[in-house]
């Protein structure tokens, strides 16, 4: 993915003056920095980024330049990635399974920030990784609401058995920490309210008290335009409950947002391939492109349609059926999605908030999948 070397006013100059016909996706640096400001200056700890949901190098650099000094990797090239780009910051390696080698690859990079969710896993660190100075974060789960999917059904541990695992963590001379995911897109403050309250639970069970409190992801990004995250909002429910359940004992917190940081400030623009009989509309990207996560999470309904000509068609919202451009009669986005009614062949749909797990997901199936990046000033059309 070739970033273009122009620096675009916004999305409607670019599609005006070049009328690509591969899907473009269009990021904004300032966009980006505000953003991870707004996390630094709110949240009441240590901001980290999870690399997964957008591992472009320009996003690390931009989010280094914002002050972001801490990063949630998963996986040996994140790793090394990182190493190169912010060689200085800390590394947090929350993927709580790992193989043999992947653990000695993390310990040869001078990983010292660890997770586990089991027995097994945890003999695993214990027998490899060096216990002075690494911490060992304990994960654990609960049952989830209010989020776009559920976390827990892959990861995380019992409060019962997350206690036993901290004294355990404890006792090999690790720093022993505690973490978990609300899930992902939650755009309620409290599905971080009974989470770190069963924190404080698992302390009080194993009898240790946690050096840090990972919070994980979970914040949303601005998705549909009837739901504005209120990111202030969580920051306070965050630093408030965290109090009133730890108390003295309260431990340092982190977070590690990916889709909160990034998702606003990419933009993606699909050219309309056909309007069938004034009914479906066929984009060339869909669900196995770009689009790759809305089947899973849901439609973005943030979407203008933009005519040739750069005009921002207004001919009234009609709910249409949205096919991708593959020959996979799965690539459709779920549900009908609200668009102009006078949409035509040759028109762009600009879907705003695709920052996260869009390139990064994007299969290249039956061919499609090419896009051009391009940087502006700004995503208002």
């Not at 100075?133 to 019962?160: D, H, M, Q, W």
């Not at 309007?275 to 509309?281: A, C, K, Q, Y």
Request: hydrophobic share 45%.
């Amino acid at each position: 993915m070739g970033l273009s070397k122009t620096i675009w006013s916004n999305p409607t100059e670019l599609l005006r003056t070049q009328q690509p016909d591969n899907p473009v996706m269009f990021f904004a640096p300032t966009v980006l920095q505000a953003t991870a400001r707004r996390f630094i200056a709110g949240f009441p700890g240590l901001v980290t980024y999870a690399v997964k949901s957008n591992p472009d190098e320009m996003v690390i650099q931009n989010l280094v330049a914002a002050g972001i000094n801490g990063f949630d990797v998963a996986s040996p090239f994140e790793i090394d990635m990182i190493r190169r780009l912010a060689p200085q910051a800390a590394l947090h390696y929350h993927n709580p399974v790992r193989a043999r080698a992947e653990i000695a690859h993390a310990v040869a990079a001078e990983v010292t920030s660890w997770s586990v969710d089991s027995h097994s896993e945890l003999a695993k660190l214990i027998e490899m990784v060096p216990a002075e100075g690494c911490e060992i974060s304990v994960r654990y789960k609960l049952p989830v609401s209010g989020a776009a999917y559920n976390f827990g059904a892959k990861f995380g541990a019992t409060v019962e058995t997350a206690a036993e695992l901290l004294r355990k963590v404890a006792d090999a001379g690790f720093i022993p920490s505690l973490t978990f995911h609300p899930g992902t897109q939650c755009t309620d403050p409290m599905a971080w309210d009974a989470y770190i309250r069963a924190g404080a639970e698992i302390c009080r069970l194993s009898g240790v008290q946690a050096r840090r409190l990972n919070v994980g992801g979970g914040f949303p990004s601005h998705r549909l335009n009837a739901v504005a995250p209120d990111l202030d909002a969580i920051f306070a429910l965050i630093d408030r409950v965290a109090t009133e359940a730890f108390g003295e004992a309260r431990p340092a917190l982190v977070c590690e947002p990916g889709r909160g940081l990034v998702g606003d400030a990419f933009a993606l623009a699909a050219r309309v391939k056909a309007v069938r009989d004034d009914s479906h509309v066929f984009l060339n990207d869909g669900t196995y492109g770009n689009l790759v996560e809305l089947p899973m999470i849901g439609v973005i309904d943030r979407v203008s349609v933009i005519a040739p000509d750069g005009r921002l068609r207004d001919g009234g919202s009609r709910d249409r059926i949205v096919f991708g451009p593959t020959c996979d009669s799965v690539d459709r986005l779920p549900g009908e999605l609200p668009l102009a009614g006078d949409i035509a062949e040759g028109d762009y749909v600009l879907f705003h908030g695709m920052g996260a797990y869009s390139t990064a997901t994007n299969t290249r199936f039956n061919g499609f999948g090419d896009i051009l990046l391009a940087t502006t000033l700004s995503l208002k059309v």
